[in-house]
């Protein structure tokens, strides 16, 4: 009876703009976004700029879905962490298409893995985009993600609540991004105030190099899209605005960059705390090991 009421509630609510309309204001919208960043840096229109870009309003995280983290488990821990995310909330919406690799026009990484609106305001997004997902379908489609090297970007940002007609702190983002179609990993280095933090790494995420292994290739200082990778003295130094993504150390040829993280449970609270301060998501509590 329940669900009946509430299935009737959900068909009479009214939706945000459908697939096309978005599809036109990525295309119309996408080259401010790039020279906004590009400009981000330049004197004098940086401020102009700043408020597109400030926080709150453009906060983002990462989780690299598939790096094995060696202790203190040897499961792919990161990922692990995400469905567990995923078991926390009710309402879990995931788009048909990758919005940016779908205007790139590219098929790989394929399109058919978009991004996942969580919360309840999940259920205002025109069903043109996508549906409501199972839990079950929610970790497929992590699993999909993780198979395509994609990482998995939680996103809190103005311009997706503009876009879907919902309220700011109703709606979280997990987007299952790559490095060269994002529009939120691309045109990065060299970026002005408002975009230095909007990237942060969850604090219990550490990537540290070990110097023996280190050969200075630089590799990973052309590759770390923040571009906050320095060589100092032949060896490859993390920076400051690292944002734990793991590219870097996926892409060492030499295994010398590792990622860190101090237990499960830790990393849970670090994400859960993070959305928490971003947004008024609703996340129930959930214990390690009970996952489906
Ligand atoms: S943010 Fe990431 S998943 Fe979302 S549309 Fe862009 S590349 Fe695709
Ligand atoms: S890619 Fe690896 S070996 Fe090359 S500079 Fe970076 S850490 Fe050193
Ligand atoms: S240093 Fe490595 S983990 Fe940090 S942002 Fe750059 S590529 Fe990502």
Redesign the pocket.
């Known amino acids: 009876m329940m669900n009946l009421v509430q299935q009737n509630d959900r068909s009479k609510q009214k939706y945000g703009p459908g697939r096309n309309f978005v599809i036109w204001a990525v295309r119309l919208g996408w080259p401010f976004i790039k020279f906004g960043k590009i400009l981000s840096n330049v004197p004098l229109i940086k401020w102009l700029i700043y408020p597109f870009f400030m926080r709150p309003y453009n906060e983002i995280s990462s989780i690299p879905l598939n790096i094995e983290v060696p202790n203190p488990e040897s499961v792919v821990l990161p990922r692990r962490v995400v469905q567990r995310l995923l078991t926390a909330v009710d309402d879990i919406f995931i788009f048909d298409e990758c919005i940016c690799r779908r205007h790139n026009n590219v098929s790989v990484p394929p399109q058919t893995i978009g991004c996942m609106a969580l919360g309840p305001a999940g259920s205002r997004i025109h069903p043109s985009h996508g549906k409501m997902a199972t839990i079950e379908e929610a970790f497929r489609h992590v699993d999909r993600a993780a198979e395509a090297g994609l990482v998995a970007n939680f996103a809190h940002v103005w311009i997706d609540p503009v876009a879907f007609h919902t309220r700011f702190h109703d709606l979280m983002f997990i987007c299952y991004c790559d490095d060269k179609n994002c529009l939120y990993r691309t045109y990065m280095k060299n970026r002005g105030p408002s975009l230095k933090g909007a990237y942060q790494r969850l604090p219990g995420l550490l990537?540290v190099v070990d110097p023996d292994k280190c050969e200075g290739c630089g590799t990973?200082k052309e590759?770390?899209?923040?571009a906050?990778?320095s060589l100092v003295g032949g060896k490859a130094v993390?920076g400051r605005s690292?944002?734990?993504?793991?590219?870097?150390?996926e892409i060492c040829p030499n295994k010398a960059i590792a990622l860190k993280i101090k237990n499960e449970e830790a990393l849970f609270e670090d994400l859960v705390q993070w959305i928490k301060g971003v947004s008024h998501l609703p996340i129930k509590s959930v214990q390690k090991g009970s996952l489906p």
């Open positions: 990537v990973c590759q770390c899209f923040l906050d990778i993390i690292c944002a734990g993504c793991g590219r870097c150390v």
